[in-house]
């Protein structure tokens, strides 16, 4: 009832085992609720209206401030170790939302490999390569998994694609240099997704450029 049936205009998100949607308590409160996939979790591709610029813009500056809120106002401060676009809740006004934070703090410094291991099957190349490689978990962790969502708002592109099936086969490496030349050359025409025609305020893409490739 509070999401109307799960409601295509109530959507908010998909992950690799629920979707997101927004929903309406009794009281009014609004609330998040996730809808858990059946099968392969594979789901059906969904025709959405482009995302303009701007609101791309105003998504990512709102998660960097919640990135930033954990990392450097909480007490304990709070490293979320899981940042991906299905975690970053949009309300109606393209406000940004940085949801299903785990309470790791600062003094934790690594974890088990298997823990590692299932991490990186779960969350799809999201993570930092050193945490893949060392499991030690720290803030920069966060910050690289935030340069990949750049990277999505930026060319429009998934980091995962069902028809990526290399470990190097991925958008940080597809996107990476081209972008990276993008701002040798002063255009981002290239590397920007098509779908903006070029619509875009040349300075903020800039902007979100630089910190995605300084990851």
């Known amino acids: 009832m509070a999401t109307a049936g799960f409601s295509e205009s109530n959507f908010l998100g998909e992950g690799g085992f629920a979707d997101m949607y927004k929903g309406v308590l009794p009281n009014g409160k609004e609330v998040a609720v996730k809808k858990l996939k059946t099968g392969s ?11 303009e610029f701007p609101a791309r813009l105003r998504i990512a500056l709102g998660a960097a401030k919640g990135i930033a809120y954990l990392h450097d106002d909480c007490d304990p401060k709070i490293i ?11 309300a109606c ?18 974890v088990t490999l298997d823990l590692q291991l299932t991490m990186f099957t779960l969350y799809h190349r999201y993570l930092a390569p050193e945490f893949v490689a060392t499991g030690k978990l720290t803030f920069q962790c966060d910050v690289f998994s935030y340069g ?9 592109r998934r980091q995962v694609d069902a028809a990526r099936t290399s470990m190097d ?21 290239f590397g920007a997704d098509p779908r903006l025609q070029k619509q875009y305020n040349h300075s ?8 995605a490739v300084m990851r």
């Open 204 to 211: 903020e893409m800039a902007r979100m450029v630089s910190c």
């Open 93 to 110: 006004n393209f406000e940004a939302k940085v949801a299903d934070y785990y309470l790791y703090t600062a003094q934790v410094s690594s």
């Open 41 to 51: 979790g594979q789901g059906e591709p969904r025709d959405r209206p482009v995302m």
């Open 80 to 90: 979320h170790r899981d940042i991906k676009s299905a975690n970053i809740l949009i």
């Open 169 to 189: 086969d991925t958008l940080v490496k597809w996107a990476s240099p081209l972008l990276t030349r993008s701002m040798d050359d002063d255009c981002f025409d």
């Open 148 to 156: 990949v969502v750049l990277l999505e708002l930026i060319t429009g």
